[in-house]
């Protein structure tokens, strides 16, 4: 089995769309990380391009949220942990990635609601959104609408406090989330540290299996 990704019919002819697109594949294609998908095969159809990825068996984080907190429970602690440590650690990968001559790529989410360059600590931001999410079941900066969501977010206010969890783990979360960016970790590769020792104080040595049994 393998996924296979396409530009939309509407955008297939867009040159801008197409630039994307491969620009995209060469960027994944030097990744080399367990918790990145690999790219197996770009190729065209007729106008169409698509990208082969690896095909990874599994529920998304999202699916596994909203079936836990849905039904009133919580994610156990060291399952949100392991999950956010092993994504941090894919995203150092990304962060990382040089190209030919040994420079940066300086490969980052380009969303930034101010308008305002952004650097690999956007992604750090968006990592402790999801922190968030899993802990509580809901997103920090929740209103009645997208646009006074925005307004909450661009405000600076910090996110409502996260009830029921270890103080160690509340400050990793409000560290991610720091509206200045130089409050937030300089790197995922920080950030994967201050979670895996938390996982070893609060919760116990956490594997990739015992994430496994818990989906299961």
């Keep these: 089995l393998v996924a296979i990704k396409t530009v939309i019919a509407e955008h297939a002819l867009d040159d801008k769309f197409e630039k994307m697109f491969l620009d995209e594949a060469r960027i994944i294609e030097r990744i080399r990380h367990p918790n990145v998908a690999q790219i197996l095969d770009l190729g065209q159809q007729g106008s169409l391009l698509f990208l082969v990825l690896e095909w990874v068996e599994g529920e998304s984080a999202a699916s596994l949220r909203r079936a836990v907190h849905g039904k ?25 990635l040089v190209n030919d001559h040994g420079e940066p790529l300086g490969v980052v989410s380009p969303a930034q609601a101010l308008g305002k360059a952004v650097d690999r600590r956007a992604d750090i931001w968006s990592a402790g959104i999801m922190l968030y999410h899993l802990l509580a079941g809901r997103t920090p900066y929740e209103a ?73």
């Excluded at 399952?79 to 994504?87: K, M, P, Q, Y």
């Design 72 to 96: 009133g429970e919580k994610i156990p602690l060291n399952v949100v942990l392991r999950i956010l440590a092993d994504s941090c650690a894919g995203l150092h990968a990304a962060h990382e």
């Design 144 to 216: 009645d609408n997208q646009i006074a969501t925005l307004h909450r977010v661009v405000q600076g206010l910090p996110p409502d406090p996260i009830r029921g969890i270890p103080p160690e783990v509340a400050e990793i979360a409000y560290t991610a989330l720091s509206y200045a960016a130089d409050g937030r970790y300089a790197t995922a590769d920080e950030m994967q540290r201050a979670l895996e020792r938390t996982i070893v104080k609060c919760c116990g040595p956490t594997t990739q299996a015992d994430v496994a049994a818990y989906l299961s």
